[in-house]
């Protein structure tokens, strides 16, 4: 168990739909990191918050948009869904973003079906 | 970013030891350079991390190149639990707001 919590774990819904993705960093940890994986391909890099702030994007489509919270959760909000967004969505956290200590925690992720 | 190349796939015996390659030629003196390994239907997870000298931990054992352009991460003796991806990463330790994943190298293991 890595400290990271997401939920829910599956989702399925219809193209056109909005969901929204939930992730709980470990206790203490600032930094929020997501990701997006589709079938067979590697991790994808859409955002990185610390502290509530927006620190860098990724590849992150327009139709998708995140936010950290004071409390340090984080929700990733994604509109008008297509087919092509059926992916895993990871979050990973990390008490800083610092290259030499901050290893990453992920959580086990939420599966997304688009139909 | 800075980048890494990993071979797609790589095979190995149970219990015997693996070594995985990583190439990352355009490596700037402030990347460390991090392994993680996602098993089948997990999230990732952390593996090692140096810089320049190697490194050793419980899991694994990371050899860095003299010049830096290339490691091997070390699994000593493969068990079936170590059938996975593992990933190569760089992390810059002056700007280290994005962390760029890529395809990994999938590491099949034989009984």
């Known amino acids: 168990d890595s400290g990271v919590t997401q939920t829910p774990k599956h989702l399925i819904t219809a193209t056109g739909q909005r969901v929204t993705l939930r992730c709980s960093p470990r206790?203490?940890?600032?930094?929020v990191y997501w990701y997006q994986q589709s079938l067979d391909q590697g991790l994808q890099f859409l955002i990185h918050?610390?502290?509530?702030?927006?620190?860098a994007k990724g590849n992150i489509l327009e139709r998708f948009s995140a936010q950290q919270f004071p409390d340090l959760h984080s929700e990733l909000n994604l509109s008008s869904l297509e087919l092509g967004d059926s992916a895993l969505y990871f979050c990973?956290?990390?008490?800083?973003?610092?290259?030499?200590?901050?290893?990453?925690?992920f959580g086990e992720g939420s599966r997304l079906t688009v139909l | 970013d800075a980048k890494t190349t990993q071979p797609n796939s790589m095979e190995s015996n149970e219990e015997e030891p693996v070594h995985l390659p990583c190439n990352h030629s355009?490596?700037?003196?402030?990347?460390?350079i991090h392994w993680y390994r996602q098993l089948p239907s997990q999230g990732p997870e952390y593996v090692i991390h140096?810089?320049?000298s190697n490194v050793n931990n419980r899991m694994a054992s990371l050899a860095i190149a003299e010049d830096r352009k290339s490691s091997t991460l070390i699994l000593h003796r493969a068990t079936l639990r170590d059938a996975a991806v593992y990933y190569c990463?760089?992390?810059?330790?002056?700007?280290?707001?994005?962390?760029?994943f890529g395809k990994g190298t999938r590491l099949h293991i034989l009984p």
């Open positions: 990973a956290s990390s008490v800083s973003s610092a290259a030499n200590t901050g290893e990453l925690f």
């Open positions: 206790s203490g940890d600032l930094s």
């Open positions: 918050y610390y502290n509530g702030e927006e620190r």
């Open positions: 355009t490596i700037s003196g402030t990347d460390y």
């Open positions: 140096g810089l320049t």
């Open positions: 990463i760089l992390r810059d330790a002056n700007r280290d707001d994005k962390i760029i």
